[in-house]
């Protein structure tokens, strides 16, 4: 049973290149989640998806990023213009329901973003 | 708004001992879910114990307790006879029920475990 996947573990973009993160959640999981981590900091919430529908993106910033989980295929996060500051590593979750407060987040093992 | 503070960037403890990592939380929703994981130097997320909001006990997970005081907004993890595997991040998130249900976490405590 495999867990939540994330590819590719590391990415090296120059800047104003465009990245692409995926993310497959474990099986029979409709709800994901992407968050960012800075070196040394904590977990910055960026946007909750469900199969094709956008719940919530209040974390993203407005402009160069964006998200999508379709009806087939794993979630992407895309930034595009890459500057060195989006430079971090990008953990995306999944959660079976969505709807249940007891319900625990898995994680994927990361993708770090490096922009030279 | 939703909020949670760990105000420890770095706690020691000697192994064996037991330590106490603290997380405060600022929620005006009557139900919600607080969750400790943890993450090593490799980097993964582990899952470690969850409260909820209308548990009347304490959540217990092998050395693992959470001392939830709901009055004061508090959720903080014990670690029980440290182990030198202990050494990692912790961070503490919670999940509302209004809104979006969205998680958010903590900023982090980092944990030395002292041979």
């Known amino acids: 049973n495999a867990g939540v996947m994330q590819n590719p573990r590391h990415l090296v973009r120059r800047r104003g290149q465009e990245a692409r993160l995926r993310c497959s959640p474990m099986k029979g999981h409709s709800h994901v989640y992407w968050y960012r981590q800075l070196p040394e900091e904590g977990l910055k919430f960026m946007v909750y998806?469900?199969?094709?529908?956008?719940?919530?993106e209040s974390g993203m910033p407005k402009e160069r990023f964006s998200a999508e989980f379709p009806k087939e295929g794993p979630s992407i996060l895309r930034i595009q213009q890459v500057v060195r500051g989006d430079s971090a590593a990008y953990f995306c979750?999944?959660?079976?329901?969505?709807?249940?407060?007891?319900?625990?987040?898995?994680f994927g093992s990361g993708t770090q973003l490096s922009v030279l | 708004a939703q909020k949670i503070t760990q105000t420890q960037p770095g706690m020691f403890v000697q192994e064996k001992e037991a330590v106490t990592l603290d997380c405060t939380y600022d929620?005006?929703?009557?139900?919600?879910?607080l969750f400790w994981y943890k993450q090593p130097s490799s980097g993964e997320m582990i899952f470690l114990i969850y409260q909820g909001s209308y548990d009347q006990q304490n959540a217990t997970e092998g050395r693992y307790s959470l001392n939830f005081q709901k009055a004061r907004k508090s959720a903080n993890l014990v670690i029980s006879a440290s182990q030198l595997g202990d050494s990692a991040m912790y961070f503490c998130?919670?999940?509302?029920?209004?809104?979006?249900?969205?998680?958010?976490f903590g900023t982090g405590t980092r944990l030395k475990v002292l041979a």
């Open positions: 979750a999944s959660s079976p329901e969505g709807r249940m407060f007891n319900e625990k987040l898995f």
């Open positions: 998130a919670m999940r509302e029920i209004s809104g979006t249900y969205k998680y958010i």
């Open positions: 998806l469900q199969k094709e529908n956008i719940i919530d």
């Open positions: 929620t005006s929703d009557p139900s919600y879910g």
